[in-house]
């Protein structure tokens, strides 16, 4: 099998790059022969299964040149996050619609219409919204980032619906403990306030403390997304659209995990501000979502935030959980 990963040597990329070479391949498909890292920058991974492709993905040479011959799974992660798709109007709507549509046009010329998986967000949420989001509820973007996303899943639906590829859209929660520095996202607070006090540094919290917030690790992220790839397109019926399991927890719960795992000194480091910009992206995301669904077709949350600190202060296994190559769910 091949597979295609836009994004590939990005913080969720790599690891999916690693999880799909170590754990058995893709569920129901088997085993990856080969990965192609297409971003604009290096695939960490060195693997002799993975080649990395260096190029943008609106570049139409580029894009042809990736998706060419035999490609049975797409990953399109490559994206640009939601400080920057704000902060750049131009840029966002271009890499995040115009560029994804480029790739599902090159899917469409393929032999076979490939697995298609596209990473939205959360983020396609916003406006008034009931405190737990139903699977029905239309997306109402309160960001550039979520607009261009909630155009990508459109576009990712509608070349489904029309044979061109085998779509699933999966909508992320915010993943925390990202490791390394403070990225573009406006959510990039919600990692830095565990990830600097552990690391010694001091941080600071710009929402509420009452702020809800939808949170997945990068083990239970990646799983799931190995799910994705292998899941029967049939399974799914019209709706392509997931909304992935997570976990509710709100700042002062984050910060009450920080100071139970690591003490009060690590919390001390964590300064309670307000950001406008932040607070106007970030609250207006959904905190809980029903995934009655997601979990029936076998995806999977965190138990509960401690344990995802503790992943992170384990030095993040990029293990598969057990059970997930089976399809086996485990509760919300
Ligand atoms: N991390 C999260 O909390 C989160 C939450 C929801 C959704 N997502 C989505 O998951 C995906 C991956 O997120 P991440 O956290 O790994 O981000 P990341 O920034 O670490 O990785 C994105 C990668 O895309 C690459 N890229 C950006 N523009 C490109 C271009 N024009 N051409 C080629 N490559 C390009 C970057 O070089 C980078 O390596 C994104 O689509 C993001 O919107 C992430």
């Not at 959360?122 to 009931?130: K, R």
């Amino acid at each position: 099998m091949r597979v295609v990963v836009t994004g590939g040597a990005g913080f969720l990329g790599s690891r999916l790059i690693e999880a799909l070479l170590t754990g058995g391949g893709l569920p129901g498909k088997g085993a990856v022969e080969s990965i192609l890292s297409f971003d604009r920058v290096a695939c960490p991974v060195k693997d002799p299964r993975v080649e990395s492709r260096i190029g943008s993905i609106d570049d139409p040479d580029c894009v042809a040149a990736a998706l060419s011959g035999e490609v049975d799974v797409v990953y399109h992660l490559a994206a640009v996050l939601s400080g920057q798709s704000e902060a750049e109007f131009e840029t966002g709507l271009h890499i995040n619609v115009d560029a994804t549509r480029l790739l599902l046009e090159a899917c469409r010329k393929l032999p076979r219409p490939p697995r298609f998986i596209l990473t939205s967000s959360l983020a396609v949420f916003g406006g008034p919204m009931p405190e737990v989001v139903p699977e029905t509820l239309a997306p109402m973007p309160q960001s550039s980032y979520g607009v261009g996303k909630a155009i990508g899943e459109l576009l990712v639906c509608e070349y489904s619906r029309k044979g061109f590829v085998d779509g699933i859209v999966c909508r992320l929660p915010t993943i925390a403990v990202r490791p390394g520095k403070p990225n573009s996202a406006a959510s990039s607070f919600v990692s830095g306030i565990i990830r600097e006090p552990l690391n010694g540094e001091d941080s600071a919290c710009p929402v509420p403390l009452d702020t809800r917030l939808w949170i997945s690790s990068p083990e239970t992220a990646i799983a799931n997304l190995v799910l994705a790839g292998g899941i029967e397109g049939a399974r799914l019926g019209i709706n392509r659209v997931l909304n992935l399991p997570g976990i509710t927890v709100t700042a002062a719960e984050m910060l009450d995990s920080l100071t139970r795992l690591a003490g009060q000194a690590a919390r001390d480091r964590v300064a309670l501000t307000s950001d406008p910009k932040v607070i106007d992206i970030v609250c207006s995301w959904p905190g809980a979502f029903d995934v009655a669904r997601p979990v029936a077709l076998g995806f999977v949350a965190d138990t509960a935030f401690d344990a995802v600190v503790r992943q992170y202060m384990d030095g993040l296994p990029r293990q598969i959980p057990k059970g997930m190559d089976t399809g086996a769910s485990t509760a919300v």
